[in-house]
């Protein structure tokens, strides 16, 4: 009988070689005199603390500028909904076949939409910190024909410094908002 490692047949194949400690039960990491390197394990307190300081001086710079922001956009909001309220009253005119006057009440705190004689169509709030001025002083009100034209009118909204003004054309009756 053949000794065993006689006996084992080997393909005729190239085979893989392995490297040394034969059949791969030895790893690189094993062997006597080779180590893997070793980084640092984690942060010193000196570099966190510097980190810290580093997103403390961020957030106080970017604070204010999204303070200031978040006014504009209100701002911009309110401009947007009294300049949608002009041009409501435009279209009901046009659609109605009636005249339509947006009147704007500023004791009230209020902008409502009447088509002649008094009848209310919309109403809608003023905010709080918003006022509202014509120009001229008096003419707090704007009628719509149904043709389209109107009595024409500008108006001055101003809310946390920020100033718009909306005005609307008597020929054609359209409304642009502007910023001052």
């Keep these: 009988m053949l000794p065993r490692a006689a006996r084992r047949l080997r393909p005729l194949v190239g085979r893989r070689r392995r490297g040394p400690g034969g059949r791969g039960r030895e790893r690189r990491r094993h062997v006597v005199g080779h180590r893997a390197p070793v980084g640092p ?43 949608a309220m002009l041009r409501h009253a435009r279209e009901q005119a046009i659609a ?17 939409i009447v088509a002649d004689p008094e009848d209310e169509v919309a109403s809608r709030p003023l905010a709080p910190d918003l006022r509202v001025e014509a120009e001229p002083a008096p003419a707090l009100r704007v009628r719509f024909e149904p043709h389209g034209a109107s009595t024409g009118g500008a108006f001055r909204l101003t809310t946390g410094g920020v100033r718009y003004r909306v005005s ?13």
Excluded: K
Aim: aromatic share 2%; hydrophobic share 55%; proline share 5%.
């Design 168 to 180: 609307v054309d008597p020929l054609t009756g359209r409304v642009r908002a502007t910023r001052e």
């Design 96 to 112: 109605a076949a009636r005249p339509h006057t947006l009147v704007v009440e500023p004791l009230a705190r209020r902008v409502r």
């Design 41 to 83: 394990a984690g942060f010193t307190l000196l570099e966190l603390v510097v980190t810290l300081l580093v997103l403390a001086v961020a957030a106080a710079l970017v604070g204010p500028v999204v303070g200031r922001s978040v006014d504009t956009v209100r701002a911009r909001a309110e401009v947007a909904g009294f300049a």
